[in-house]
């Protein structure tokens, strides 16, 4: 009776760790969605304004993609390397997944910046790249 309760002992904690393990491997191994940017260096709007585009697209499982359209982005905002990320504008997309925007370089200092996609329709958060605002 022993020997039974231990091999079912045994057999329980092996399915109750592959069940665990196989829901974590789920919930980190969803597609993130595809944010392409032009660098805001080269479109200075005014003295301190530069403009940011972007487009948001959804790769599919066949292999195409779709426009992120009508959709929230975020973008955020961080003074230094240790910093937290803080959201400064949340703005939309366009029929296409396209995001325009104004992003400012500081007086004195350097702010970073960058545009964020929340996790949602079984994609997972996607960030997109980090661009260093300042004046020389």
Not at 34 to 61: H, M, S, W
Not at 73 to 93: E, F
Request: contains cysteine; hydrophobic residues 40%; aromatic residues 10%.
């Amino acid at each position: 009776m022993r020997v039974f309760r231990a091999v079912l002992a045994a057999f329980v904690a092996a399915l109750l760790m592959t069940g665990a393990l196989s829901t974590g491997a789920t919930a980190g191994s969803l597609p993130e969605r595809i944010i392409d940017e032009r660098p805001p260096g080269n479109k200075q709007v005014t003295y301190n304004a530069f403009k940011l585009k972007g487009t948001v697209l959804e790769p599919q499982v066949d292999g195409t993609v779709l426009p992120y359209a009508n959709q929230q982005v975020k973008i955020l905002k961080k003074k230094c390397g240790t910093c937290k990320w803080k959201t400064v504008k949340k703005i939309k997309t366009d029929d296409a997944g396209v995001f325009k925007t104004r992003i400012y370089a500081p007086e004195k200092g350097r702010w970073k910046w960058r545009s964020k996609v929340d996790h949602s329709n079984g994609f997972s958060n996607t960030k997109g790249k980090v661009w260093t605002l300042y004046f020389k």
